[in-house]
Every structure is written in structure tokens, then in C-alpha cells.
């Protein structure tokens, strides 16, 4: 398959007439090895043979993912411990990195996990960092020195990141992606200044604390101005414990004093429990802003009355300049909420209103109540389900018809994605003037009145773009769970193929009924006709799991996770 000159030996065919092996040139070869994306093959094709090796050794390296324990692994088919005769894999792949020349392929850097520390009691007494703490965030700025062409950094341990990490990104002019994750629990560790990084474009912060972990973001913010993607979250102690710790100004401080304006594409915010003193409205350019995301932030109807005080600054001031974002997420809803979504803002296309609950709960003293989901990841990309466990304040309720009526009214020409609250169940009228204002809509995830999945066959045909449809499940209507439950019994992917085939359904491609999904594929042609004669057929439908649409927008942006 190589070139004839790799081998130096003739590979123009075989003998006794066999057939022609032909030689393919190296940029062909190089294509083929761009398609490999597991670590796995890429790691067989480089024991293959040294051309292959130099070939594919780029690509190999180029996400590198390493994670810690806070225990001893073993392996479940040998029975011996990870790293025995050396030390653990997280320990011995920074050594690989840090030693060898292989750092310079790196364009992509996580670390994760859990990073197990000794004597935290004794140093903390005397103000010191723990030697282990020390020794990792020094192979780390190493490692990074010598990665030539990092474009992505990732720092999810449950230690803090030192100022020489800091130091050390600073200096990198490739990196583009930052994501820092602050401890849970608090300790005592140095404050930061944090450098700017002029090339940096993605800029995530997680666990913000501001008492324990009060780092200087506000200089990172002014002088990196490429910036365009700003995911803040704080921990959430801060809002359950009703402590206003946070202050914007500290963060945004430097932009309203240089008058200068973060041009910003998508801006996140989570877990907000801060005053708003009115100067956090020119800090970001409200004409470049495409994407906004606030979770758990600002309050809304249903909320406790203990943050009234704080959540009501964001009401009492009014905005400059309105801006006209191509996509809204968020979990609150409330009447100031509802009369913005009424007021000049004009070209949404993507509205999610999540009904998903928080995912966990954090203790008073600022330590994460743990749950088994802790142990796989730090950000599980499986969301938390919709099952409110508290009942929904009647304003809530109330609230669903205003918003149906000023997204149809001001929005139901350009929406194409549109998820609801689930305790919204609109009736045969709602559903009938949303598909008529809403024309364009591709995935649409709303709540019914009534199970009755015939008003579907009506209004199909007035939605030819949609491509998913998901009627969600409301858990403390007992008979709309019910009637689910007997669909789920009763209900056979089978039934629904002669239905789907039809041509009004040939865009839909995933289902959602409840907690069911189902994912609907092409056409099958079947032995027989039907009644008019013409040949049998039906569309292939599957049972799907939640994991399988999350790049469904209506499933996967259902979420508290940011």
C-alpha cells in the first residue's frame, strides 16, 4: 500500500499471477490516518512499521487526558495494581511528557480527577502548600513549556492551580481554550493575579469561591481581547447559605474603569448570587452578543423570599441597550423575564427554558455532598432528568401563557428550537397557534394537557422542518404519568412505523414520549400491499436511551449542567 521506495523492494505483484499491490502516495496515506480518532488504533498503527510511526505519533498526542486517583486501581483481569514497578499512570504520563519529545504534539491538555494530598492540617497551620501540591503544579508548568503548539487547556483536579501554572499559560501564544476548576473544599492556598493571555478566545471558570479562592480574574478579562466565549460558575453555597460574597465589580472593575467592552459571542453564568449595581450593563457589547445562558442566577417566580433582597437589584435596573441573542437558556422565568422576551429583541432562533433540577446540594461549610456520579466525572454529561421534587409555585403556572403568547407574537418567525417547562401543558388551541405562528421549528419540546398523541397526526403536516419532538413529562400530573405509563406498555415501536412513513413525518428523526425515547430511521419496504394496493412500508423505529440524544438540543440542553 506504500509508496515502492519506503521498502526499498518491488511490490509491482504478486507471483503465480496474483494481484496488483498498488502503491499509495504519502498524502493519501496521511488522509487515511486524519480519519482514526481512537487512541487505541492509533496506537496499533504506530507499532506498525517507522513510516507509519513518525505518520501518526502528531495525531496520537494531540488530545492528551490524564487523570488522577486518590486511591490504588486494580486490574480487574490481573488482579496486580496500576503502575506497579513504577508509579501511578497519572504520574508516569506527566513524566512522559515532561521527558520526552512527544509534548510538542500536544494541542489539547486536560487534567482531572481526584489528587490526593498530605498534611493539609499541618501546612495549613503554617501556611504552606503541601510538597506533593507543589511538585504536580511544577510538572505541569514544565509540561507546558514544551508544548509548542497548545491551543486547549484543562484543569479539573480537586487541588488548586498554583501562579507558576499561571505563569506558565501566560506565555503560550497558541492557547485559545481555558477551563479552571476551583476546589470544593476549602483551604488555605496562595492568591492569585491572574496574567492575561492575549490569544485565548474560550475562558471557563468553575466553583468559584470567593472567600476561600479569592484569585483577580479582572486583568485576564480586560487584556485578553480575543475573548469571545465567558462561562462563569460559582459554587453554589454561596446562594443556599444566602451569602452575598460575590462582588462583579472585582472581576469586571478594570472594563468599567478603562470604559472598555468585552465583545463577547456567548456568555454563561451560574449559580449568581451577587448585587447588581447597575454597571454591569457596558461591560459586555450587547451587538456581538449571540449566546446567553444564566442557571440558577438573578431568581425568579418560586424562589425563596431569604434572596429577594439580592435578586431584585437585577429587576430595578433597566438595560442601555437591548440586546438581540440568537440563543436563551436558562431555569428561572419570572414577569420582568417575560416583558423582556416582549421588547425590541428581535431574531431568536433557539429558546430553552430548562426543567431540569439542581443536580446537587453543597453544605453549609462549602464541602460538596458527594453522590456516586462524583466518582466518574466532574462534569457528567448525563443530565439530571425533569422531575421537580417541590411543588410549582402557582405563578409559575400562570406565567405559561404570557410566554406562549410573546413567543409566538414576537419570535414564531425566526424560533427554530423551542423547549418549555413541563408543568406548561398547553391544550389542542396552544399547540394548534404555536405551529401556526411558529413555522420553522425543528425541535420542539412542550407539555400536553391531555396524552393523546392523535392531535400529532394533525399537527405534523403544518411543521415539515421538524426533526425532533419530545412531549415531556410532567411528574406530579398523576394521570398525564399514567397514560404514559400505558403507551410505555401498550405501545409497540412497531404500531408507529406505518404512521411515521408517511410524507409529512420524513424529517422527524428522534421521538421523545415522556421518559421514552425513540429514534426514527429511514423507510423499510415490507412483503405485501396495503388496502389501496400500493406496496407495504414503514419507518425503522428504535428505542433509544437519554445518553443518545444528547447532541439533541431539546434533551441535551435540558440540563443545570453548564
Given at each position: 500500500m506504500f509508496d515502492r521506495g519506503i521498502y526499498g523492494a518491488d511490490t509491482g505483484s504478486y507471483e503465480n499471477g496474483g494481484a496488483q499491490v498498488i502503491p499509495l502516495p504519502l498524502n493519501l496515506i496521511a488522509l487515511i490516518i486524519s480519519y482514526l480518532d481512537?487512541?487505541?488504533?492509533?496506537?496499533?498503527?504506530?507499532?506498525?512499521?517507522?513510516?507509519?510511526?513518525?505518520m501518526?505519533?502528531?495525531?496520537?498526542?494531540?488530545?492528551?487526558?490524564?487523570?488522577?486517583?486518590?486511591?490504588?486501581?486494580?486490574?480487574?483481569?490481573?488482579?496486580?495494581?496500576?503502575g506497579c514497578g513504577g508509579a501511578s499512570p497519572f504520574s508516569m504520563g506527566l513524566n512522559g511528557l515532561v521527558t520526552r519529545s512527544i509534548a510538542g504534539y500536544v494541542r489539547k491538555f486536560r487534567l482531572w480527577g481526584e489528587f490526593k494530598e498530605y498534611d493539609l492540617e499541618e501546612c495549613a497551620k503554617v501556611g504552606r502548600v503541601p510538597d506533593g501540591s507543589m511538585m504536580l503544579n511544577c510538572l505541569v508548568r514544565a509540561a507546558v513549556e514544551k508544548m509548542g503548539v497548545l491551543e486547549s487547556f484543562s484543569w479539573e483536579l480537586n487541588t488548586k492551580m498554583l501562579p507558576t501554572v499561571w505563569q506558565g499559560l501566560?506565555?503560550?501564544?497558541?492557547?485559545?481554550?481555558?477551563?479552571?476548576?476551583?476546589?470544593?473544599?476549602?483551604?488555605?492556598?496562595?492568591?492569585?493575579?491572574?496574567?492575561?493571555?492575549?490569544?485565548?478566545?474560550s475562558l471557563r471558570i468553575t466553583d468559584i469561591d470567593p472567600l476561600c479562592?479569592?484569585?483577580?480574574?479582572?486583568?485576564?478579562?480586560?487584556?485578553?481581547?480575543?475573548?469571545?466565549?465567558l462561562t462563569l460558575h460559582w459554587n453554589p453555597r454561596m446562594r443556599s447559605a444566602r451569602e452575598?460574597?460575590?462582588?462583579?465589580?472585582?472581576?469586571?472593575?478594570?472594563?468599567?474603569?478603562?470604559?472598555?467592552?468585552?465583545?463577547?459571542?456567548?456568555?454563561?453564568?451560574?449559580?449568581?448570587?451577587?448585587?447588581?449595581?447597575?454597571?454591569?450593563?457596558?461591560?459586555?457589547?450587547?451587538?456581538?452578543?449571540?449566546e446567553i445562558t444564566f442557571i440558577n442566577s438573578t431568581g425568579g417566580a418560586g424562589d425563596s423570599g431569604e434572596t429577594a433582597f439580592i435578586d431584585l437589584s437585577w429587576q430595578m435596573h433597566s438595560h442601555k441597550e437591548i440586546p438581540s441573542p440568537k440563543m436563551i437558556r436558562g431555569d428561572k422565568i419570572s414577569r420582568q423575564h417575560c416583558?423582556?422576551?416582549?421588547?425590541?429583541?428581535?431574531?431568536?432562533?433557539?429558546?430553552?427554558?430548562?426543567?431540569?433540577?439542581?443536580?446537587?446540594?453543597?453544605?453549609?461549610?462549602g464541602q460538596r455532598v458527594r453522590t456516586p456520579s462524583d466518582n466518574v466525572n466532574p462534569y457528567p454529561s448525563t443530565p439530571v432528568p425533569s422531575t421537580p421534587s417541590t411543588p410549582i409555585d402557582p405563578t409559575a403556572i400562570s406565567l405559561g401563557k404570557d410566554y406562549l403568547d410573546l413567543v409566538c407574537k414576537n419570535h414564531g418567525s425566526t424560533l427554530r428550537h423551542l423547549l418549555l417547562k413541563p408543568q406548561w401543558r398547553l391544550s389542542s388551541e396552544d399547540l394548534g397557534r404555536l405551529v401556526r405562528c411558529c413555522p420553522n421549528l425543528e425541535q420542539l419540546g412542550v407539555g400536553l394537557e391531555v396524552a393523546d398523541l392523535d392531535i400529532l397526526c394533525i399537527l405534523?403536516?403544518?411543521?415539515?422542518?421538524?426533526?425532533?419532538?419530545?412531549?415531556?413529562d410532567d411528574p406530579q400530573n398523576g394521570a398525564f404519568a399514567e397514560a404514559m405509563k400505558r403507551i410505555d406498555d401498550a405501545f409497540p415501536e412497531n404500531d408507529m412505523g406505518p404512521e411515521l412513513a408517511k410524507p409529512e413525518y420524513s424529517q422527524l428523526r428522534w421521538l421523545g414520549l415522556g421518559n421514552m425515547v425513540f429514534e426514527v430511521k429511514g423507510l423499510v419496504r415490507l412483503g405485501g400491499v396495503d388496502t389501496n394496493g400500493e406496496n407495504f412500508i414503514m419507518r425503522d423505529i428504535k428505542r433509544a436511551s437519554r445518553e443518545d440524544v444528547q447532541h439533541v438540543e431539546i434533551w441535551g440542553m435540558d440540563s443545570m449542567e453548564i
Amino acid at each position: 500500500m506504500f509508496d515502492r521506495g519506503i521498502y526499498g523492494a518491488d511490490t509491482g505483484s504478486y507471483e503465480n499471477g496474483g494481484a496488483q499491490v498498488i502503491p499509495l502516495p504519502l498524502n493519501l496515506i496521511a488522509l487515511i490516518i486524519s480519519y482514526l480518532d481512537q487512541p487505541a488504533d492509533l496506537a496499533r498503527t504506530c507499532r506498525t512499521c517507522r513510516v507509519l510511526h513518525y505518520m501518526t505519533l502528531p495525531q496520537l498526542y494531540s488530545n492528551v487526558s490524564l487523570r488522577s486517583y486518590d486511591y490504588i486501581r486494580y486490574s480487574p483481569l490481573t488482579g496486580r495494581p496500576e503502575g506497579c514497578g513504577g508509579a501511578s499512570p497519572f504520574s508516569m504520563g506527566l513524566n512522559g511528557l515532561v521527558t520526552r519529545s512527544i509534548a510538542g504534539y500536544v494541542r489539547k491538555f486536560r487534567l482531572w480527577g481526584e489528587f490526593k494530598e498530605y498534611d493539609l492540617e499541618e501546612c495549613a497551620k503554617v501556611g504552606r502548600v503541601p510538597d506533593g501540591s507543589m511538585m504536580l503544579n511544577c510538572l505541569v508548568r514544565a509540561a507546558v513549556e514544551k508544548m509548542g503548539v497548545l491551543e486547549s487547556f484543562s484543569w479539573e483536579l480537586n487541588t488548586k492551580m498554583l501562579p507558576t501554572v499561571w505563569q506558565g499559560l501566560a506565555q503560550k501564544q497558541t492557547l485559545t481554550s481555558l477551563a479552571v476548576k476551583f476546589p470544593s473544599v476549602r483551604l488555605p492556598r496562595p492568591t492569585v493575579l491572574v496574567p492575561p493571555i492575549p490569544s485565548l478566545k474560550s475562558l471557563r471558570i468553575t466553583d468559584i469561591d470567593p472567600l476561600c479562592y479569592p484569585d483577580d480574574i479582572s486583568l485576564l478579562l480586560l487584556d485578553s481581547r480575543k475573548l469571545r466565549d465567558l462561562t462563569l460558575h460559582w459554587n453554589p453555597r454561596m446562594r443556599s447559605a444566602r451569602e452575598p460574597s460575590v462582588s462583579l465589580h472585582a472581576y469586571f472593575g478594570r472594563l468599567v474603569s478603562r470604559q472598555h467592552q468585552l465583545t463577547l459571542r456567548s456568555i454563561t453564568f451560574a449559580n449568581l448570587y451577587a448585587t447588581n449595581n447597575g454597571g454591569f450593563d457596558g461591560v459586555v457589547d450587547p451587538k456581538k452578543l449571540e449566546e446567553i445562558t444564566f442557571i440558577n442566577s438573578t431568581g425568579g417566580a418560586g424562589d425563596s423570599g431569604e434572596t429577594a433582597f439580592i435578586d431584585l437589584s437585577w429587576q430595578m435596573h433597566s438595560h442601555k441597550e437591548i440586546p438581540s441573542p440568537k440563543m436563551i437558556r436558562g431555569d428561572k422565568i419570572s414577569r420582568q423575564h417575560c416583558e423582556w422576551l416582549g421588547t425590541n429583541l428581535v431574531g431568536l432562533e433557539r429558546y430553552y427554558l430548562i426543567g431540569a433540577t439542581q443536580p446537587c446540594e453543597r453544605k453549609s461549610n462549602g464541602q460538596r455532598v458527594r453522590t456516586p456520579s462524583d466518582n466518574v466525572n466532574p462534569y457528567p454529561s448525563t443530565p439530571v432528568p425533569s422531575t421537580p421534587s417541590t411543588p410549582i409555585d402557582p405563578t409559575a403556572i400562570s406565567l405559561g401563557k404570557d410566554y406562549l403568547d410573546l413567543v409566538c407574537k414576537n419570535h414564531g418567525s425566526t424560533l427554530r428550537h423551542l423547549l418549555l417547562k413541563p408543568q406548561w401543558r398547553l391544550s389542542s388551541e396552544d399547540l394548534g397557534r404555536l405551529v401556526r405562528c411558529c413555522p420553522n421549528l425543528e425541535q420542539l419540546g412542550v407539555g400536553l394537557e391531555v396524552a393523546d398523541l392523535d392531535i400529532l397526526c394533525i399537527l405534523m403536516p403544518f411543521l415539515p422542518k421538524l426533526s425532533a419532538l419530545r412531549i415531556l413529562d410532567d411528574p406530579q400530573n398523576g394521570a398525564f404519568a399514567e397514560a404514559m405509563k400505558r403507551i410505555d406498555d401498550a405501545f409497540p415501536e412497531n404500531d408507529m412505523g406505518p404512521e411515521l412513513a408517511k410524507p409529512e413525518y420524513s424529517q422527524l428523526r428522534w421521538l421523545g414520549l415522556g421518559n421514552m425515547v425513540f429514534e426514527v430511521k429511514g423507510l423499510v419496504r415490507l412483503g405485501g400491499v396495503d388496502t389501496n394496493g400500493e406496496n407495504f412500508i414503514m419507518r425503522d423505529i428504535k428505542r433509544a436511551s437519554r445518553e443518545d440524544v444528547q447532541h439533541v438540543e431539546i434533551w441535551g440542553m435540558d440540563s443545570m449542567e453548564i
